[in-house]
């Protein structure tokens, strides 16, 4: 295994976490309608070039991949709002442990009631733990609504949620289009969609007289974390097997913790610690390689 894809596998992943405290800088500087805009924009803007290089197919297929890819858009828009909602009060060290933690344990639970199919010891071990984990995380002894507001769990959790149905739409996709080119109609979608929102806003060019800083920031969460990081994940995806790939995201939540704590200050929670090492274990028991009487939920 070639160690230099390895490195910018991990590297990838470290971009990953590290979009929390970054985002999380620009979070409250313009509403959020106007924030996803411009980085949807961005995003899309920085996707074209990738298809040109990689001689990617830009025409769907059928109506239905027109269908799925607008759904998608509409999905991704929400992922974005709760995002930046969450970031605007909560902690983006815990909540990237919780979102990148529970993503694969929610995503695998809806899969598990829509196809009904049946499910191994060493996955139910895994859901419970999965399921204990959150709970450490949420620190539920403290769960009321105003905690769940200002810390902004609960737009994390509703992340989460969002994301597991995105992940099941972009799976529809999988065999008519490349994951390029369905992320280039979905930024597409998303852009128009908060356009259609923000258009008007008098904070719509406000960001034009911000600093570099904004800028970078949003630089690094479309070309370096979303352009970068994803192609590469997708590209080690189709090179070492979906298996392989997804257990280095184990790496997400530990980078955005620990560049939480040196970019932002934010103080080391033992409870997020804790929760999180049981959901990383959870999605470990979840997707590790299975006896072959044990059904696989992939």
């Not at 979070?27 to 899309?44: D, K, Q």
């Not at 909540?95 to 639970?109: D, K, M, R």
Request: proline content about 3%; overall charge positive.
């Amino acid at each position: 295994m070639n160690i230099k894809f390895l490195l910018l596998l991990i590297l990838a992943m470290v971009s990953w976490g590290f979009s929390w405290p970054i985002a999380k800088i620009i979070a409250g500087s313009v509403p959020v309608h106007v924030l996803v805009f411009w980085r949807f924009l961005a995003t899309f803007l920085s996707v074209i070039p990738i298809l040109f290089v990689m001689r990617l197919p830009i025409r769907l297929k059928s109506g239905k991949d027109y269908w799925n890819v607008f759904i998608g858009g509409i999905i991704y828009t929400l992922y974005n709002q709760f995002f930046f909602l969450g970031l605007k009060n909560g902690l983006p060290g815990a909540g990237g442990v919780l979102v990148t933690t529970l993503n694969p344990i929610v995503t695998f639970f809806i899969v598990f009631l829509v196809q009904k199919k049946s499910i191994s010891k060493r996955q139910v071990l895994g859901l419970f733990f999965g399921f204990i984990g959150g709970l450490v995380i949420l620190q539920v002894w403290k769960i009321s609504i105003d905690y769940l507001l200002l810390s902004g769990n609960l737009f994390f959790l509703l992340c989460s949620f969002v994301w597991a149905t995105l992940s099941l739409n972009s799976q529809k996709t999988g065999k008519s289009m490349s994951p390029i080119t369905y992320s280039f109609y979905v930024y597409a979608v998303g852009s128009i969609i908060e356009l259609l929102f923000c258009w008007n806003d008098p904070n719509f060019w406000k960001v034009w007289d911000f600093g570099y800083n904004f800028w970078l920031a949003i630089f690094y969460l479309t070309v370096i974390s979303t352009t970068f990081g994803t192609t590469v994940y997708f590209y080690a995806a189709t090179r070492l097997g979906s298996e392989i790939a997804s257990s280095f995201i184990f790496i997400v939540p530990l980078s955005a913790y620990l560049s939480s704590y040196f970019i932002l200050d934010e103080v080391v929670q033992i409870p997020v610690i804790i929760g999180g090492a049981l959901a990383m274990l959870a999605v470990y028991l979840i997707n590790s390689k299975h006896k072959k009487k044990e059904s696989i939920i992939s």
